[in-house]
């Protein structure tokens, strides 16, 4: 099972691939992050290769590393608080199948994206309508193929299967308070830490 | 010998060198007290040319009717000639073009005696009206200065219980209306007609949804909603009219649209969403809203509005593209100590009242803002390509003028000249008319290219007519006939 036998099956089927990656020795950690970090290249391409008139932001405005925590770090909560989840709630997926496979989820991303935002140089915005009916298009697919991955993986029911996807949001918007209550915390703590060592090398 | 010569002439020539430098005249050094700057299209404050210097000062004390005392607003008459609201000396100062004293207006006695007034009108007639503010009243003088009749405070049933009557800025419009500012009343400007009956409230500001505020009222019972800060629209501060019956405000207390262009049924014309005047940010210090507090507009349609927060005169165009900014805090000759008024002669000299300086600074524009002016008149009114030669070199001057970009832009565009056209648009960070561009570049490119697409097209049809189920019949007659080499044990198997 190469990887790219495996995007060509998670695009046309994706309910055989999630079977399919189910199998012992099936999928590799890498693959997970080699293919966050591609997509992390398609948005960086999508933003060069924007149209001027399509642009919403100056160049000086866009970030790297922001545009690249912005992928990495949803995907990492998502399959974290889905993971958790979903063990408690009998869910078979494994943490690997989750990790890896909401990686898989992205690819139709990855591979569209480019020869959709391509069509910008093309377009005047009064065509707009068509991007964005196309970027629609791809972020559905995406949201698809992750209630898919789900559904197989954990071989829930419908029912279960939205009440999961809720738990799971939800469960991401605790990570990340918690996360920014304990960077707020950890930079106070630090800073105090400072102050004090300023504070005394003044009086000495 | 000869080396002795040279030996003296050098000792001798070294003091002349050093005398001539310390004889010549100090070069005089000009220049303003501020920076000229422009917010631009990506909303960065950047270097501009300075449209407005000094020229001169008009100090009260050096006029035969003495010093002002806190004077709080200018208004210049068709004639040119200054009218100056003295509110601490109760009166209106009347000064010549030539910065003369030609009358004081405000009777020591009787009924023409003003009461701290702070704002006057010139009618083309030369009758004055002024906004005697504490007195509470309008008082009508004729063009003599001679105490005309007073227009007391309104009564009506629209005007709602514990209203006072405070006015404090007026104009006339051609039906001898009245446009009243009242301090304190947030219900807009009050119309007043000849004989001083009220006519109705004019252009008043919305109240702004707020959510928090519904949901609060939504939940608090009748007691905690008496307690609740009631919501009021924003007051005005100042208006001015310009010669078709448009009538400008000024907002305190907003961040967004604080100049309006009011239309005759009271309709804001100038902003079609939320435009931000006054400076976008400001650097070292927290942010303070700008708060303007007079404003003038010439007959070309230029806005020039007073912030009295920075202490600077904001230039717009008729669309409301900052043009120039200048003035600012300070004691030199160009700043401003407190200033309270400003208004704008035929020549575009603009008059600054300083009140607590109690002089009144005149500014006169650079050739850079004539140019500016120019151009911009040119292209408010549509003449895009007169327009484009003057924009053309203020570009020359000041490369961070991004609506001259913008005018060259419109102008290439209407002589279809769209690739150019684009370029501009795009200095100028205008991406709705580059998008308007773009379309008809497209349509000339495909035009002109017309062979090469259309015989692209016709390839492109053939291969997947005919190219195409022809290249798969290949690769599946090679993967069969590959199957059948590849795998000979599969058929033997079968075979057994």
Redo the contacts between chains.
Sequence with gaps: MTLVYMIRQVLAHPLDYFQDIQQPNRLKWSYGFLLVFIAFLARMGSLLLLG??Y?TR?AYEISYAYEFVWILVPWLTWSAANWSVSTILEGEGKFKEILVGSAFCLVPYIVLIIPVTLLTN?L???EGNLYSLMTTLIFGWVALLLLIKLKVLHDFELGKLVFITLLTLLAMAVIWFIGILLYGLLSQFLSFFFDVFKEIRFRL | MDTLITRCRKWLLAPAIVCLFVMLPQQGYASTPYEGYIWNTEGRDVRSINGYVHDRAIDGAYLPSGPFNGAEDLFIGPDDTVYVTDTGNNRIVHLSADDELIKVIGDTEGPGKLNGPKGVFVKEDGSVYVADTKNQRIALFDREGAFLKELTAPDSPLLGPGFSYSPSKLVVDNRDYLYVVSEGNTKGLMQIDGNGDFKGFFGSNDVPFNLRDFLVRLIATEEQKAKLPTVQALAFSNLAQDGKGFIYTTTLGTDVNQIKRLSPVGVDTLNRGANKYGDLISYGGPFQVASFEDISINPDGLITALNVTTSRVYQYDKLGNLLFVFGGNGDQDGVFTTPSSLAENAEGTIYVLDKARNRIDLFRTTPFADQVHEASRLYVNGRYDEAKAIWDEVIQLNGNYDIAYHAIGKALYKAEQYKDAMDYYRSANARGDYSEAFRQYRIEFVREHFAWFFSGAIVLFLGLRYGLPFLFRRIRRAKAIGGREGNPLKGEVEAS
């Design positions: 001027y008139h642009e100056e093309v005047s915005l009064s």
